[in-house]
C-alpha cells in the first residue's frame, strides 16, 4: 500500500512539473518538444515501473487475457490522443483554461461513465441524485470556463479607460 500511495504522489508531482520544461526549451519546436514528453512519460518511464513494480509483468499480462489487454490499450490510445490534444489547447488558450478544461471534462466523464456501467442502479437513489447533481454542477463549472475564456480577449470597460491622462487630484492614495 505504502507503494501505491508513493507513485500517486509521485505521479501527481511529475503531473505539475511536467510543463516546466517547456519554458526553457524555446529553441525546440512544440512537437519535438512533446515527442519527448510522451516517449519519456507515456512509454519509457510506465513500463519501466511496472517492470520493477510487479514481479511477474508479463505473467499478469497472460492471465488478464487478450480481450482486457486491447481494452487497456484502446483506452490507453484515447488518453495519449486527449493528452495530445491538451497540448494543442495550450497554445491556443493557455495553461490555466486548457488545464480547467480538460480536467473538469475529464472530472465528468470519468466519474459518470463508470457509475452508469457498472452501478446502474446507483443513479435513481438519493445517492446517485446527489451524485448526478454534483456532477451537473461541474459541467456548469466547465461551460462557465469555457464562456470565461472565450471572453478573455474582448475589450472591457476597465481597459478603455487612460489612467495616465486622469488628474493626480482624482487618484486618492491610499492610507
Keep these: 500500500m505504502f507503494a501505491g500511495i508513493l507513485l500517486a504522489v509521485l505521479s501527481g508531482v511529475l503531473l505539475g512539473i511536467c510543463f516546466l520544461p517547456m519554458r526553457y526549451m524555446k529553441q525546440f519546436a512544440w512537437e519535438n518538444t512533446w515527442f519527448v514528453w510522451v516517449l519519456s512519460g507515456c512509454v519509457i518511464l510506465p ?39 491538451v497540448g494543442r489547447a495550450l497554445g491556443k488558450v493557455g495553461l490555466t483554461l486548457a488545464n480547467s478544461l480538460a480536467n473538469g471534462v475529464s472530472l465528468v466523464i470519468g466519474s459518470f461513465v463508470p457509475l452508469a456501467i457498472q452501478h446502474r442502479g446507483v443513479l435513481h437513489s438519493k445517492i446517485g441524485l ?13 461551460v462557465l ?3 470565461a475564456g472565450s471572453q478573455r480577449n474582448y475589450e472591457s470597460a476597465y481597459m478603455q479607460i487612460d489612467y495616465r491622462a486622469w488628474p ?5 492614495a491610499l492610507p
Design 47 to 85: 513500463c519501466l515501473i511496472a517492470y520493477l513494480s510487479i514481479p511477474s509483468l508479463f505473467q499478469v499480462f497472460r492471465e488478464v487475457g487478450l480481450r482486457l489487454n486491447l481494452i487497456v490499450l484502446a483506452v490507453g490510445l484515447v488518453a495519449g490522443t486527449s493528452g495530445i490534444m
Design 168 to 172: 493626480q487630484s482624482r487618484c486618492k
Design 145 to 147: 470556463c469555457a464562456i
Design 130 to 142: 446527489v451524485i448526478v447533481a454534483g456532477l451537473g454542477l461541474a459541467v456548469v463549472g466547465v
